[in-house]
């Protein structure tokens, strides 16, 4: 259904996303895991045509029939919130403080054509679909007065109203309390049509998403289903990754990664993670394919 | 596990603090927060007492008092023998010397304008001590290069913004490191470095550690007496190992249950 | 974002530059004696080494021009010292105790400095201690302390709750060395954005006065008597009145855009953005 192929970011002179390929198919929840500067997040805006000013990007990505990278804004416009929608890490500023839930819901529904009545029935109708307890208060209430989470929930009601083929959440629970954010990783799990999850957090990834890719240095280092990358992982990186989130008994010391992530756009020639890997060699100085079949990876001495 | 006989170097005793929000009404006073409901702690020398609540448990009000950064509004700390609730800055000398702090984000506790040299050394000379090559020597400790101190906090990376922030904490030679979520706001692949170096400096210097988290799996790596906070009240406290065998609160259950693992997942 | 030049910051240099380059000029050169009082050359007009003519005392225009940006720049900069010298401290110890009495009783009397009208204030000054460039100064200084107590304050007020505040009061700071190593240096963008926009008015004042007969005393060369000199000649010959309202409509450009551009050059949200885009050199990996 989502089809991306070859997208690359840029900045000036500065690859952000290198080329990047992937597919999603209906009711497929996908992770794409990162840290800072892995790429994770742009790849996700150019989706939706959000890059900010001075970030371009090329490549191929369809919805569909519908192509999302290299259109005019107008024609993003028109599938942004109805044929794709996108859930931010920040439930606090990406509501309108002064615009009541319910109105903000039923706008999303009346920008993309339907009658107001309709629209509001409909909103009060999501606020109880994404479990929000006593929908109709909520409805009239203002942003303030709900908890971070409640927020989220609605952030989500909207993100749904127009009923997309496709749900893309960076880092929807990150802000959250632990407490809450199970819940809403469950909310996500069950409602979501078909997602794109983006997050940092790989135990938050293997709760959500059946199939994750392993974003670092802008490129994608390993794909494939979750358990298989996260009980055998191929890269590297992804090893080293999963090592250092396993927390040992007190006294021992942390598996750790040596280094530190590059600044965007600094990352070496070849083999992006070359510098901080203990099994690179000069052949990691030519760039790995990312290769294989269903369980993929992008590295020279993959792990067996 | 080393045992801590004597006096205890930190101990808060009904500790209480209420805060008053904006007025809202011109006849009525704002309303009342408590912020802090009747804690007491207590930590030993040489201990790594964790503190496990998440937003709004109170665990960032209590942070401040202990650092006195802020006043009670009931209720005594004890620091070394010495009561700082109530003292004026000017006489918090002795626990400024002693007891140090690193914050939870280092992009925002360490000020843009300042040279790391700077900031490495202001604690020392905030409290007139001498300053001397001291800074190349808590650069080194921390695993950055002598180099690092002419530049300023934006040409690092998170993590190494962390190791400026624990060079700056460790610069007069404290007692007491308090950690505020200091690993919660890095990289997964940089986490482990900076748990590690907490750890390798708290045995070198015999540092007590006081650590602040929401992540009860990393209070159980750091430390060894855990307390969990909830609504401004301590609801459980004990050797972490036994709280997170067997939690006895209610709150503890869900804190514990909430937290995704991998091992659990996979 | 290579090659995007800021506009506003660009042209607001280079009228800045051309009045300061006039002032600095006026001291050593000037085509002719710009106080020269000469019946021969009444209403001189253009050309013949005077430029832009001489005026009804058959004074040269030009040289006038040059000498009345030196007069324009004296008074701002000195106004604006003044409003810096007393508004930025107040504003921080009232951005500093946002809660204490003292930060009240600044803030109540700034409101009613604010609320008295400068021209006003001048007009009584002048009245008391005669008319003349320092009293000016010092009216359209005084007038302006509130503004800069308010920047000061707010900016105060944004820094005063962030972390490595919080870390500077854990390292053993006290509130004057706070004040001083980490306040001043993270609100000094905004003061420079708002000493621009402050000079911009202070010219406008002064030219104000000195057009009342408030400000710059005779002979001294003043873009703003040069005006009201030329009041009764507008119709016949409106050069004279032209010349000395472009200066000062040009040089209050100049200040505005320069502030302008300032204000978006250091804005930090919009520096990170252009930080973002261009990483920094330091990076040795590629």
Known sequence: MLSVDGLTVRADSAELVHQVSFAIAPGERVGLIGESGSGKSLTALSLMGLLPEGVTASGTARLGERDLVGVPESRIKDLRGRELSMVFQEPMTALNPLMRIGAQVAEVMTLHGRSSPEARARALDLLGRVRLPDPEQIFRAYPHQLSGGQRQRVMLAIALANEPRLLICDEPTTALDVTVQKQMLELIAEVAPALLFITHDLAVVASVCERVLVMYGGRVVESGPIREVFTRPRHRYTEGLLAASKLTPRGTRLPTIQGNVPPAGHFPDGCVFRNRCPQATTACEQVPALTGDGHAHACWHPAD | MPTHAGTPLIEARDLTRVYRRPRTSLTKPGAEVHALRDVSLTVHRGERYGIVGESGSGKSTLLRLLCGLDQPTGGSIRFDGQEIAGLPERRLRFLRENLQIVFQDPMSSLDPRMRVRDLVAEPLTALGLPVGDRVAGLLDAVGLPATAADRYPHQFSGGQRQRIAIARALAPRPKVLVADEPVSALDVSVRGQILNLLADLADELGLTLVFVSHDLSVVRHVCETVAVMSRGEIVETGPVDDVWAAPAHAYTRTLLQAVPTLEGLL | ?286
Do not use: C
Request: aromatic share 8%.
């Open chain 3, 1 to 286: 974002m290579k090659g995007r030049v800021n506009v506003a910051l660009l042209v607001g240099a280079v009228l800045v530059a051309l009045v300061g380059l006039a002032a600095v000029v006026s001291f050593f050169w000037t085509p002719h004696d710009p106080t020269l009082v000469d019946a021969a050359r009444k209403l001189r007009e253009p050309g013949g080494g005077y430029l832009l003519g001489a005026d009804k005392f058959g004074r040269d225009t030009f040289s006038q021009l040059m000498v009345g940006a030196r007069t324009t720049l004296y008074v701002g900069i000195v106004a604006v010292g003044i409003a810096a010298v007393l508004g930025v401290p107040l504003g921080m110890v009232a951005g500093m105790t946002p809660r204490g009495w003292l930060s009240e009783l600044i803030m109540r009397v700034n409101d009613l400095v604010f609320a008295f009208p400068a021209l006003l204030l001048a007009v009584m000054l002048g009245a008391v201690y005669g008319a003349g460039t320092l009293t000016a100064m010092i009216a359209i200084g005084v007038a302006t302390v509130p503004a800069f107590a308010r920047v000061t304050r707010a900016a105060t007020l944004q820094v005063m709750v962030t972390d490595y505040i919080l870390a500077a009061r854990a390292a053993g700071r006290r509130r004057p060395a706070i004040a001083v190593r980490h306040v001043l240096p993270n609100i000094s963008s905004m003061l420079i954005v708002q000493a621009s926009v402050s000079f911009a008015i202070a010219i406008l004042a002064e030219a104000a006065l000195s057009f009342l007969g408030f400000g710059t005393r005779p002979p001294t060369p003043s873009w703003g008597r040069m005006l009201q000199e030329s009041q009764e000649l507008l119709f016949s010959t409106p050069r004279l009145a032209l010349w000395p309202g472009l200066a000062i409509a040009l040089a209050v450009l100049g200040f505005n855009l320069l502030g302008d551009g300032l204000r978006d050059y250091l804005d930090p949200r919009l520096r990170r953005i252009r930080e973002q885009a261009e990483p920094p050199a330091n990076g040795a990996t590629r």
